[in-house]
């Protein structure tokens, strides 16, 4: 319905017809008759002037003034009503008698340079019309110029008409019409109106009426006689009221017994109400006594994980091969990221207790930004994400504040633009804002081309526990406390935090802090070595040429740029190839990169993702170069321009013994980094090729690319477990004769039965003993003859029952180092990776616990899959404590208990987890 009533729609539809035909009828006859009184007037000016140009023609060759002018004096007082003045003129243009003075006779008169016109003609100037008409020898006017072609023009008659009565008659016919116009509209205004009283009138008192209806006056009804339609909408309406006022009966019953029940719910509710205030205070103050004892706790829980990196980065200072600055790089990353679930969990209940607290001390801005950097690089480079760092010079060195607090600040901000971006580049900026003497204000920006963020999810992301959108929760994952201890950290600071983002064009996440400058020692390396030296940096991201080229320039060297390696490049000092972690590494475009680099430059330098580090060991045996790892810091880049500068000692390379290698290719398949990292080093020292994947569906479109030997599948696995992988694979042309063993650590009875009777070809429990998988092998190998090994009887792999001493022994350790030593085939270094891989997957289980017992956020069904992949860890670490607890209650939960049943259990694990954390921090830091 318009926003218009029916009674304006009456008048509308009313008046609309008879304004618009009125007003086209008076325009048309108005318009009518004023060109037909103007041509009146033309025809009555040109009925004078015509017989008089034929008398006066006579008069005019005769050069008789007198009797022309009697002739046109008597024409002037015959129509004086509208003429002004008769004139006639000679052939000279010069006047010869007029009826009347005229004022200015030039008006009258043609243009004296043209020839006199054979025929009439007319000029309207204002109110005033004046007509020419020529005097010819002959007694008739011509009509046209053919008849006149042997006529003499003797002169002309001009004749001067005054319009004014002829306006004034045309002003009177366009008010008479104007008038029949109103008349017109006021007749149908008339009608209208009682169209109205008839319609308009008894529809407005039913709406009154019905409204009356609506506020509760069921007893109203509307009287009057009424005509037609009107009448059967009266009797509908006085209907429904009767039918409202019924049913308003016996809906006041219905209230009153409903009201009755309400009341004795409410009073029940109020009870119980006054029982839950009670408990919710004890539940907050249970909720602030705990929040106190972990901030309390932080410090404590800080410490060995603060000694852990604090040794570990001192061992990467010393001489070592790749494979160990891999392993200690691996477990400092472990450690920090550790550290980052141990200080947003610890830090938030420190800020809610008001017990965090902010230090001053010295330290250095470019390094400190380097080590969160360096930290996440391998996250992003797995991900083909660039990483670039850029520093503003003007920034001092040294300056006084809380690096571990920047640091953590930057820790998330980078990790989520690395979980939340799947492309492109994560620039982290630091820019002088502004100075005053020693006080500083720095502006970090970290800028990435993820997902972004929506304006309305952008009001979420400073909560506590809550992300920008609850699917993103569930796929990325995150405890939602982050940001929140971001902010507050950044406002202990001094500074402030926000953020500019667009929905799938990338976010900008920036902060500001309130630092000193200090004037303390900083070891700076010595590059005037490096002043005038040229360099040629081959970088294919432009973000990260930019950023490198920059740093270069400072030091004073000239610096060529290039997407790709130029085929006819000039000579310089340095080529620096710098490999994009977007793009996989093709050995035989960089080889032949680099036998162009080396015929260009002495000193090759390789800049390779953290995820290729065996790509960087290829690149050093068949190459005479430095590899390094990206992201590229400045003292990292500077160094490794300095090398030659300095003395080098060759790093220590360790020869494995030489074993029997079987010559088939296996696909390894587990969910379970930890797991698939032991099971890859057990298998590579055994096979020719191993291939890993890490999910059902990976290991299924490896399955239809390549022919394997053997398969050995992990059963619990997310999104498709091993049993539905198998199944898949055994489908395939290319592979459905491949025997898959079956990996898992859910060894219960029956299981084996039930997996061979799914399509396992075989079946292996966790912990993988070396002598079994070797077996194993040797059986399903195509190499193999069948007279050459009888099939292993997997049920001789199960763990034989120990002594009572044993197992006392082994319940009493919470990590036996030797077991996991036997399980690592006796190496050392892999057991300590594979043990540090257990404490960095440990927290998330912690949390999974917790949210399970606080929030049931996850149900039995879910809570499955973290035991279960906890235990599996265990089985390869030696904790046999937290190994029998894992296996107690994946056991309990197969069963069917929930989650309520198994919470002693949960506390059990949860405290466990806690010992295995601290003597595995202790173990490891005392071993390194």
């Not at 008659?157 to 002003?171: G, N």
């Not at 800028?447 to 929760?473: C, H, K, N, V, W």
Request: one cysteine or more; a negative charge.
């Amino acid at each position: 319905m318009t926003r218009y009533g029916l009674r304006a729609r009456v008048i509308t539809l009313t008046l609309a017809p008879t304004l618009i035909i009125g007003l086209i009828l008076s325009a048309f006859f108005s318009v009518n008759r004023y060109n037909d009184l103007e041509k009146q007037v033309v025809t009555a000016g040109t009925s004078i002037i015509e017989p008089l140009a034929i008398a006066s023609g006579q008069g005019l060759s005769a050069n008789n003034r007198e009797s022309v002018r009697r002739l046109i004096s008597f024409a002037h007082r015959k129509n004086s009503r509208f003429v002004r003045s008769i004139a006639v003129f000679d052939s000279n243009h010069d006047l010869f008698v007029t009826s009347n003075f005229h004022p200015n006779f030039e008006t009258l008169t043609y243009d004296p340079s043209q020839e006199i016109p054979l025929l009439s003609d007319s000029q309207l100037v204002d109110n005033t019309l004046i007509l020419r008409t020529p005097i010819l020898t002959e007694t008739q006017i011509v009509s046209s110029a053919i008849d006149a072609s042997n006529n003499q023009v003797l002169g002309y008659i001009a004749i001067e008409l005054d319009l004014s009565s002829l306006r004034l008659q045309q002003y009177q016919e366009i008010f008479s019409a104007f008038m029949v116009l109103v008349l017109g509209i006021g007749l149908s205004s008339i009608f209208a109106y009682q169209l109205m009283q008839d319609v308009t009138r008894p529809i407005t008192h039913m709406k009154n009426m019905v409204d009356r209806i609506r506020r509760g006056h069921l007893d109203v009804r509307i009287e009057g006689k009424m005509h037609g339609e009107l009448d059967s909408l009266k009797s509908g309406i006085n209907a429904m009221a009767i039918s409202l006022s019924e049913y308003h009966v016996e809906m006041q019953h219905s209230i009153d017994q409903a009201t009755s029940d309400l009341r004795e719910t409410l009073e029940q509710l109020e009870i119980q109400n006054v029982e839950l205030d009670i408990a919710k205070k004890r539940a907050q103050e249970a909720a602030r006594v705990k929040s106190e004892f972990l901030a309390n706790m932080s410090h404590e829980l800080r410490t060995p994980l603060n000694g852990v990196i604090g040794f570990t980065r001192q061992m990467l200072k010393t001489n070592l091969n790749a494979s160990q600055v891999d392993y200690l790089q691996t477990i400092e990353r472990s450690a920090n990221n550790l550290l980052s679930i141990i200080n947003d969990i610890l830090d938030f209940s420190k800020l809610e207790a008001g017990k965090l607290l902010i230090e001053n001390i010295p330290f250095e801005i470019q390094e400190t930004i380097e080590e969160v950097v360096n930290l996440q690089a391998t996250s992003a480079h797995e991900k083909g994400l660039e990483l670039t760092i850029k520093v503003d010079p003007k920034i001092p060195t040294g300056v006084i504040g809380d690096p571990l607090r920047i640091q953590q600040v930057l820790t998330n901000l980078v990790g989520n633009s690395i979980k939340f971006t799947e492309r492109g580049n994560i620039d982290i900026s630091v820019e002088l804002r502004s100075q005053q003497e020693d006080a500083l204000e720095l502006q970090f920006m970290v800028r990435d081309t993820g997902i972004g963020i929506s304006e309305r999810q952008q009001a979420q992301l400073f909560q506590a526990f809550s992300q920008a959108d609850a699917s993103i929760s569930r796929r990325y994952g995150g405890t939602g406390l982050g940001l929140v201890i971001t902010q507050k950290l950044v406002s202990q600071m001094g500074g402030e935090i926000s953020l500019t983002s667009r929905l799938h064009q990338g976010s900008t996440f920036w902060f500001t802090i309130r630092i000193h400058a200090t004037n303390m020692p900083i070891q700076e390396l010595d590059t005037h070595r490096l002043a005038n030296k040229s360099l040629l940096l081959v970088e294919p991201n432009m973000q990260a040429a930019s950023v490198i080229q920059q740093q270069l320039v400072n030091e004073g060297i000239f610096v060529t740029y290039r997407s790709t390696m130029p085929e006819d490049a000039q000579s310089h000092d340095y080529v620096l190839v710098s490999l994009s972690p977007s793009q996989k590494c093709d050995p035989e475009i960089i080889d032949k990169w680099l036998e162009v680099a080396n015929q260009i430059a002495p000193e090759v330098i390789v800049a390779i993702p953290s995820t290729e580090l065996a790509f960087g060991e290829y690149l050093n045996k068949n190459h005479q170069l430095q590899c390094i790892t990206k992201p590229l810091s400045r003292k990292k880049l500077l160094q490794s321009l300095l090398i030659n500068e300095q003395e080098v000692l060759e790093p220590v390379v360790i020869e494995q013994p030489n074993t029997e290698v079987i010559p088939i290719k296996v696909m390894a398949v587990d969910d379970n980094p930890a797991n698939l990292k032991l099971i890859s080093a057990l298998l590579t020292e055994r096979v020719d090729t191993v291939v890993t994947c890490t999910s059902g569906l990976q290991a299924v479109e490896k399955a239809k690319e390549t022919k394997f030997d053997i398969i050995l599948m992990d059963i619990q696995m997310p999104q498709m477990d091993g049993v539905s992988a198998c199944q898949e694979i055994k489908k395939l042309e290319l592979n459905n004769d491949t025997p898959v063993i079956a990996v898992t650590a859910h060894a219960m009875e029956g299981e084996r039965e039930r997996l061979l009777g799914l399509g396992m070809d075989d079946y292996l429990t966790k912990p993988i003993e070396e002598h079994i998988l070797q077996q194993v092998l040797v059986h399903w190998s195509p190499h193999t003859r069948s007279d050459q090994v009888d099939k292993l009887e997997l049920s001789t792999q199960t763990t034989q029952p120990q002594s009572v001493a044993e197992q006392q022994s082994t319940t009493d350790v919470i990590i036996d180092w030797q077991a996991a030593l036997k399980q690592s085939a006796n190496k050392e270094d892999l057991a300590k990776e594979m043990l540090q891989m257990l404490v960095e997957f440990i927290p998330e289980v912690y949390q999974a616990t917790e949210d399970a017992l606080d929030t049931d956020k996850y149900s039995a069904e879910e809570l499955i899959h973290f035991v279960h992949k906890l235990h599996g860890s265990c089985s390869y670490c030696g904790v046999p404590r937290l190994k029998k607890v894992c296996a107690t209650i994946e056991q309990l939960l197969r069963s069917g208990s929930s989650v309520e049943d198994i919470e002693p259990e949960l506390f059990e694990i949860q405290d466990e987890m806690d010992k295995v954390l601290v003597t595995a921090k202790l173990y490891l830091q005392e071993n390194e």
